[in-house]
C-alpha cells in the first residue's frame, strides 16, 4: 500500500493539497472498481506539530499525524504558500532536516510555487532543474543560485524531486503519478473528470533531468517507469519482461530500439545517478549508499562507478562536496 504524505504549514494555499487528494482518491475508486485487487492508497497529512494549521483562505486543516510521527513515505506533497516563503522556513528548521531524511530513504517528493523554495533551501536542488510560480523567480535565483532555474517550464524533474509551478501543473503531474500508481487508462479516467479543458500533457510542459522517455513505444515507457520507481529493489529483468508481457529477447530488443540502450545499462544509470545525489548531499556511507540504490556487493558498485564515471564513490564525494564548500564560501 502506497504510502502518501501531505504536508500542511499555515499560511499555505488549500488547492495545492485538497486537489491532488482529491484526484488521488478518485484514481484509487476507479482502480478498485476495475479490479479488487488494485492497490489502496494510505494518504495521510503531517504538519510540525499535531494541532491545526490555518490555511490562507481562514480554514483549519487538523493534520492526522505530527512530522516525528512520520514512519515512512513514498511520495510528500509540498503546498504552496501565501506571499514570501521565508519565514515560514526561518521558523521550522526542522521541516527542512525531515525532507533530508525522507529524500535519502527514496521517497518521491513533489512541491508547488513557492512551496519548491522548501525543497532549495534544504538543499535539495543544488545542482538541479527546478522552477517555481513566475512572480518568484528573480527573488528564487537570487536565494538559490546554485539551483538551475528553467523559469520556461511548468514542471520539473530531477531523480525523485518535482517541482511545479501552478496548481494546473500540479495537476498535470498528479495524472503523471496516477499513471505510475495505477496505470494510464486509470490517469485518463481521471482527468477527464477533473480537466475539461484539453490541456498540454506532462511531457509536453516539462523539463525532465536525463529524459530517455521521447520515443513512441508506450511498453518501453512504462517499464522505465518500473525501473524509475523500483531501483533500490532486487530486479530480475526476466520478471520485467514477464510483467510487460514479452520474452526476454523481445524486451531487451524493444528497449534498445526506443532508448538506445539495454534495460540493465538504462538500471545500471539510473542507480548510479541516484548514487551520485546521496553523495553528494547525505552522510550515508558508502556502503549504505550502495545498498540504498541496490546493490549488496560493495565491490561491484565501486566497480561499476568507476566504469561509468572513471572516479570512485569516495573520491566523487570528496571532489563535489570540495566544490560545494569553495562555492558557499
Known amino acids: ?39 489502496r492508497l494510505n494518504i495521510q497529512t503531517a504538519a510540525i506539530e499535531r494541532k491545526s494549521v490555518m490555511t490562507r483562505a481562514g480554514f483549519a486543516f487538523q493534520p492526522d499525524l505530527s512530522l516525528p510521527e512520520v514512519d515512512q513515505s513514498d511520495m510528500i506533497y509540498l503546498p504552496a504558500l501565501w ?30 510555487g513557492t512551496g519548491c523554495c522548501l525543497l532549495a533551501e534544504a538543499g535539495l536542488l543544488d545542482g538541479k532543474p527546478a522552477t517555481t510560480h513566475w512572480h518568484y523567480f528573480d527573488q528564487f535565483q537570487r536565494d538559490y543560485p546554485q539551483v538551475q532555474l528553467k523559469r520556461q517550464y511548468f514542471i520539473t524533474q530531477a531523480s525523485n524531486l518535482y517541482c511545479a509551478a501552478s496548481v494546473n501543473a500540479l495537476a498535470d503531474l498528479t495524472v503523471h503519478f496516477i499513471q505510475r500508481l495505477y496505470d494510464r487508462p486509470t490517469a485518463n479516467h481521471v482527468e477527464r473528470h477533473f480537466s475539461h479543458e484539453i490541456r498540454r500533457s506532462y511531457e509536453e510542459s516539462g523539463f525532465f533531468e536525463g529524459c530517455s522517455n521521447n520515443h513512441p513505444d508506450e511498453d518501453i515507457v512504462q517499464a522505465q517507469i518500473w525501473l524509475q520507481d523500483n531501483y533500490g529493489k532486487e530486479v530480475k529483468l526476466s520478471d520485467v519482461a514477464e510483467k510487460f508481457d514479452m ?83
Not at 499560511?11 to 493539497?17: F, I, P, Q, R, S
Not at 506571499?83 to 530513504?105: A, D, F, G, T
Not at 552522510?283 to 560493495?298: C, H, K, T
Request: charged share 20%; glycine share 4%; with cysteine.
Open 1 to 39: 500500500m502506497p504510502t502518501i504524505t501531505f504536508v500542511l504549514c499555515d499560511h499555505m494555499l488549500a488547492t495545492g493539497t485538497t486537489l491532488p487528494i482529491e484526484m488521488l482518491k478518485a484514481a484509487e475508486s476507479a482502480a478498485l472498481a476495475q479490479n479488487r485487487r488494485a492497490e
Open 83 to 112: 506571499r514570501n516563503p521565508r519565514p515560514l522556513m526561518k521558523s521550522q528548521p526542522q521541516l527542512l532536516s525531515w525532507l533530508r531524511q525522507h529524500y535519502e530513504n527514496g521517497a518521491t517528493i513533489s512541491a508547488v
Open 247 to 329: 520474452s526476454v529477447r523481445t524486451f531487451n530488443r524493444r528497449f534498445k530500439s526506443a532508448t538506445g540502450k539495454s534495460p540493465l545499462q538504462y538500471l545500471q544509470e539510473v542507480r548510479i545517478e541516484t548514487a551520485k545525489d546521496l553523495l553528494k548531499t547525505s552522510n550515508l556511507s558508502i556502503n549504505e549508499i550502495a545498498f540504498r540504490v541496490g546493490y549488496q556487493d560493495m565491490g561491484h558498485f565501486t566497480g561499476l562507478f568507476k566504469k561509468l564515471l572513471a572516479t570512485t564513490p569516495s573520491e566523487y564525494r570528496t571532489t563535489v562536496r570540495a566544490k560545494l564548500f569553495s562555492v558557499n564560501q
